[in-house]
């Protein structure tokens, strides 16, 4: 990412007021833009422009209206990008962590201490992590799941149990926040089982053998075996550009090691330094 020159104090001769010009930078996009299907602002873009985050994107983020709802992220988004033209829902999933990550970093700086649970212990405790090492996926060993790339955001691959073609997408932050308000219901409804794999699989498949209709794709994913549920899961993964937060954890009360995801929790734009 490239940061714009520092913001410059300008003055208004006639009233006397001051004002700046708050500064940007440009963020590298994991897509690169070419996911987006062609009247989309992000088409064939690598780039986005962000302003830096001030006093008024961290009342969004402690507005509990904004929070109580689950918006809080997309209206901090919507401020940041300076080119309002883009809808921050219709951006991918990774091109969206890679905003906020530059966001943060912006703000606050790239050291994030959060407290992690020792996955072998089961010890909370503080750790830090640096948000400057984490890695750029671009979508580098797709060519192993897919079939077809249709070049606006949707893939065919095979499935190696049944055979079938399946068409599935990558997800942008609509589809995300669909999921999610899809697991949190499973979660709260006390009869419901949670369907966290099977949401995934929903929100991803667009069609089936070309039936796209809401029925062939249901009964696939009611019915799909699971070697075939995983080898979708591990192409939606191959072909989708992210940014990697997993970094070196040593636990510090046992002897475990291992790359960990770095969890995003409230600390995350919350800092206590």
Not at 59 to 87: E, F, H, P, Q, Y
Not at 145 to 171: E, I, M, Q, R, S
């Amino acid at each position: 990412m490239d940061a714009a020159p520092s913001p410059q104090l300008t003055q208004n001769t006639e009233s006397n007021d001051f004002s700046f010009i708050v500064p940007t930078e440009f963020v590298d996009l994991p897509s690169a833009g070419v996911h987006y299907h062609a009247a989309h602002p992000l088409h064939q873009k690598d780039v986005i422009e962000i302003k830096q985050m001030t006093a008024k994107e961290e009342d969004m983020l402690t507005s509990r209206t904004l929070l109580k709802k689950g918006v809080a992220i997309d209206r901090v988004l919507s401020s940041l990008i300076v080119n309002k033209a883009i809808n921050p829902d219709s951006i991918l999933v990774g091109d969206r962590n890679a905003i906020i990550i530059a966001a943060r970093i912006s703000a606050y700086g790239n050291e994030y201490n959060t407290k992690v649970t020792c996955p072998a212990c089961g010890t909370a405790q503080e750790y830090g992590f640096d948000l400057n090492k984490a890695n750029v996926y671009n979508g580098e060993n797709a060519a192993a799941y897919v079939t077809a790339n249709n070049n606006d955001g949707t893939f065919v691959t095979k499935l190696p149990k049944t055979g079938l073609d399946v068409t599935f997408k990558l997800l942008n932050g609509t589809d995300e926040k669909r999921l999610i308000d899809g697991i949190e219901h499973d979660r709260k409804s006390k009869n419901e089982l949670e369907r966290n794999i099977t949401r995934q699989l929903v929100n991803m498949i667009i069609g089936v053998n070309g039936n796209t209709t809401p029925q062939a794709i249901n009964y696939l994913v009611e019915n799909i075996p699971s070697m075939d549920a995983r080898h979708l899961r591990n192409a939606y993964k191959a072909t989708s550009p992210n940014v990697d937060l997993n970094q070196h954890f040593e636990c510090s009360e046992c002897d475990y090691e291992d790359e960990l995801e770095v969890p995003l929790t409230t600390d995350f734009f919350w800092p206590n330094t």
